[in-house]
Nanobody
Framework: QVQLVESGGGLVQAGGSLRLSCAAS????????MAWFRQASGKEREFVAS????????YYADSVKGRFIIFRDNGENTVYLQMNSLKAEDTAVYYC?????????????????WGQGTQVTVSS
């Protein structure tokens, strides 16, 4: 059974920073692409960032480019999302996702494994 467990969410003021973590267990994901998605209240789930199995390739949504950084520690089977210069519109539940191939994707349907989500609230 594959499990992804997110942590690090919380309440932060606009302009502040948070770091989300996603720990994978039950299967080795050292060569698997991972991603972060988010879903704001009343809106559809959207792509935030993804990283290839080796970490060499990273992709970002335009809305977070230059502010968020995705990186991973394959020795710990963990992926991180460093979020800087947070804005009120970043408020959402953030989900970690994984797929069992090294290449990344931006469509949520390409990721079979999901975490339970962690709430990020940015106050303006």
């Amino acid at each position: 059974q594959v499990q992804l467990v997110e942590s690090g969410g919380g309440l932060v003021q606009a302009g502040g920073s948070l770091r989300l973590s996603c720990a994978a267990s039950g299967r080795t994901f050292s060569n698997a692409a991972m991603a972060w998605f988010r879903q704001a209240s009343g809106k559809e789930r959207e792509f935030v960032a993804s990283i290839s199995g080796s970490g060499a390739y990273r992709y970002y949504a335009d809305s977070v480019k230059g502010r968020f950084i995705i990186f991973r520690d394959n020795g710990e089977n963990t992926v991180y999302l460093q979020m800087n210069s947070l804005k009120a519109e970043d408020t959402a539940v953030y989900y970690c996702a994984a797929r069992s191939v090294t290449a990344t994707a931006k469509d949520s349907s390409d990721y079979p494994y999901w975490g339970q989500g962690t709430q990020v609230t940015v106050s303006s």
